[in-house]
């Protein structure tokens, strides 16, 4: 009997020495060999011709793909291109993102951000105030630390250490003024859809069923945003992606969507593709959301139908709720292909490549 286990445990070593080996073989490949057929994708290619490729949510994104497209357009790499392009929008002052956000119910702006290289090497950080840069923070998590979410003080105090000044704190006069406005007739419990009527500019919107406001849209038909989110391919093919946000306006204290959360916000597999969400965070975090539509396209399906597939789902959860949300998601595949699904009409997403620049009107459920 001892010589019988011997003998299969030996063979079990053997054939794991193999399986090993041959796993091995297969990830030190060339660029220009042949890599493991992913369905739906086909050759994983070590350079891809006519890119790279940029794209991000909302008409901000604009400004911010010129920023991510002054390292692309020079050979950069996708994850230093997700990093500059979103800083465009964290510098800007608006209501939006960063600093010049609107506050939280207590007054006080928080921030949270994410990026993800090409490596599953990943940063996160939330409830960040007092800083400028909230994904350069993340970055720095990926980069110097063992973890992958810092939050709050630590978070902050982490910043600081890394040499990031810390901002005076006090909000921007268009803040400032939304928030005043929303005090007049506050009420502390959460309400649907508040990050979609930030600025007093817009008015109130009418309550629905759940004494909530209900969405509401910016003079122009688009919806009032709080997020962008950011994918990327650079010249060798590789994929990163970057989320950035102050969360939902007016917000309880302490509340985290789902930018910061990797897999929920923003998700990169190198093989198959990169997606960032936008919109109701709480309802991309119920279903893994960004990670979801890369599980979609790893299956044979487009960006866009990928996305779709996920809206439905978050669709089917909320039942007749989900007319009271947004819900969006960009997709960019190893291809270089991209595509976007949206809950509700009125999003759009920025694209930039070699040979355009532009808006891309996007396919809503609802």
């Not at 994708?41 to 008409?59: A, F, K, N």
Request: charged share 20%; hydrophobic share 40%; glycine share 12%.
């Amino acid at each position: 009997m001892s010589n019988r286990r011997s003998f299969l445990h030996s063979s079990l070593l053997g054939s794991l020495g193999i399986f090993l080996t041959k796993k091995a073989g297969a990830v030190t490949r060339g660029p220009g060999d042949r890599a493991s057929h992913i369905r739906g994708i086909g050759e994983v290619p070590g350079r891809v011709p006519g890119h790279p490729v940029v794209i991000s949510t909302w008409d901000t994104g604009l400004a911010a793909n010129k920023g991510a497209w002054e390292v692309l357009s020079r050979n950069g790499s996708a994850l230093d291109a997700v990093e500059a392009g979103v800083k465009v929008t964290e510098s800007s002052v608006n209501c939006c993102v960063g600093l010049g956000a609107n506050p939280d119910r207590d007054g006080y702006v928080t921030l949270d951000a994410s990026i993800m290289d090409h490596q599953f090497n990943c940063g996160s950080v939330a409830f960040l105030e007092r800083i400028k840069h909230p994904i350069s923070v993340a970055r720095r998590v990926m980069e110097k630390t063992p973890h992958v979410l810092l939050v709050g003080v630590g978070a902050q105090q982490f910043a600081i250490a890394e040499g990031f000044p810390l901002e005076d704190g006090k909000l921007s006069e268009d803040a400032k003024k939304s928030y005043e406005q929303w005090l007049k007739k506050s009420e502390y419990k959460p309400v649907i859809n508040i990050e979609n009527t930030k600025s007093s500019a817009f008015g109130a919107a009418p309550s629905n069923d759940w004494g909530a406001a209900a969405p509401a849209r910016l003079p122009n038909g688009k919806w009032n945003h709080d997020t962008i989110g950011m994918v990327a391919m650079d010249a060798s093919g590789n994929l990163s992606g970057s989320v950035t946000t102050s969360g939902m306006g007016f917000k309880m204290r302490g509340r985290v969507g789902d930018s910061p959360i990797i897999g929920a916000g923003m998700f990169v597999d190198n093989e198959v593709g990169a997606v960032a969400a936008t919109g109701q965070g709480e309802d991309v975090i119920r279903m893994c959301g960004s990670h979801a539509v890369v599980e979609f396209m790893r299956q044979g399906m487009s960006p866009e139908q990928a996305c779709k597939a996920a809206v439905e789902r978050i669709a089917r959860i909320k039942k007749e709720k989900a007319r009271d949300i947004q819900v969006a998601f960009i997709a960019l595949n190893k291809k270089g292909e991209h595509g976007a699904y949206a809950l509700q009409k009125g999003f759009s997403y920025a694209l930039k490549n070699n040979n355009e620049e532009r808006m891309v009107e996007v396919n809503s459920l609802i």
